[in-house]
Each structure stands twice: as structure tokens, then as C-alpha cells.
């Protein structure tokens, strides 16, 4: 069984609301039921927790360090100035991608550059509520991956 924790960070809770312009009209709990339905016959069991304070968050990484396999996550504002974010994710050295929902590069320049990202497997922003299947998927990949044993002649 694999084990992702899936964390959302501050305002997320809003989405639906929360200028549906921008991210799009599905609710925190339509993406957590469709990343659900998206692992329905996969051996893979999620945690989704959503937070709006950073020492939260860094608590929730640094718990996931004892079950999970990897980190889906979407830190939101943090993603642009939380080093102890960034550090917490160094820290527990879980497998992780940052996702987001809007492409943070194409908007205000404040949200052009992630301090979390360079600690990440990489980075999905753009796809709206699908951001979160691909990193999900993209995160997967890579862990079926990390298991298998390396070519050898």
C-alpha cells in the first residue's frame, strides 16, 4: 500500500468561492473526491488535511515522515517566502510535488518564483483541479519507479 499525505495550504478552503475566475469553481472536497475516485483501484491510500497556518502545515509534514511514502502538496501563498516550509520538506525527505492550480508564472510577479519547488520533484501549476490528479500521478509514477531495481548488465 502506498501512502500520500495531501496537503493544502491557506485559503484553499475557500475554493468554489474564492475567485472561481482564477481557480476554478470545484470545492476543496471535489478535488479531495476526485483524487478518491482517481486511486479507487490502486493499492494507494490517501490523508488530506488543509491548513491555514504555517507551523500547522510544517506539524502535518513532520507527522506524514512517520507513515507516508510521499507529499502532494499545495502550500498556496507559502509556496513564494516559507522557508520553514521548504525546510520541513528538506527535513522529512518525503518524495514531493508542489502543485497548484493557477499557473503561478503567469500571473503577478510576486508569485512567479517558488523557495519550495528546488526541494521538490517538481512542480504542476496551470491545470486547475487537475493540477492536483497530474502531481498525484507524476508522484506515483515516481515512487512504482523508486522500487524497482536498477538495470544492471
Given at each position: 500500500m502506498t501512502r500520500i499525505l495531501v496537503l493544502h495550504g491557506?485559503?484553499?478552503?475557500?475554493?468554489?468561492?474564492?475567485?472561481?475566475?482564477?481557480?476554478?469553481?470545484?470545492?476543496l472536497e471535489d478535488i479531495n473526491q476526485s483524487l478518491i475516485d482517481f486511486v479507487a483501484?490502486?493499492?494507494?491510500?490517501?490523508?488530506?488535511?488543509?491548513?491555514?497556518?504555517?507551523?500547522d502545515m510544517v506539524d502535518a509534514i513532520?507527522?506524514?515522515?512517520?507513515?507516508?511514502?510521499?507529499?502532494?502538496f499545495n502550500p498556496g501563498a507559502f509556496t513564494h517566502y516559507s522557508?520553514?516550509?521548504?525546510?520541513?520538506?528538506?527535513a522529512v525527505a518525503l518524495p514531493t510535488v508542489e502543485v497548484h492550480l493557477s499557473n503561478i508564472h503567469a500571473r503577478e510577479e510576486f508569485r512567479h518564483h517558488s523557495v519550495i519547488a528546488a526541494v521538490c520533484l517538481g512542480q504542476i501549476s496551470g491545470f486547475g483541479w487537475r493540477s492536483y490528479q497530474l502531481g498525484?500521478?507524476?508522484?506515483?509514477?515516481?515512487l512504482n519507479d523508486s522500487k524497482k531495481a536498477p538495470y544492471s548488465k
Open positions: 491557506p485559503n484553499l478552503n475557500l475554493l468554489g468561492t474564492r475567485e472561481p475566475g482564477v481557480y476554478g469553481r470545484h470545492t483501484n490502486k493499492s494507494v491510500e490517501l490523508r488530506f488535511q488543509q491548513s491555514n497556518h504555517e507551523g513532520h507527522v506524514g515522515r512517520n507513515w507516508a511514502d510521499g507529499l502532494l522557508y520553514a516550509l521548504r525546510d520541513a520538506v528538506t498525484l500521478q507524476a508522484l506515483l509514477d515516481y
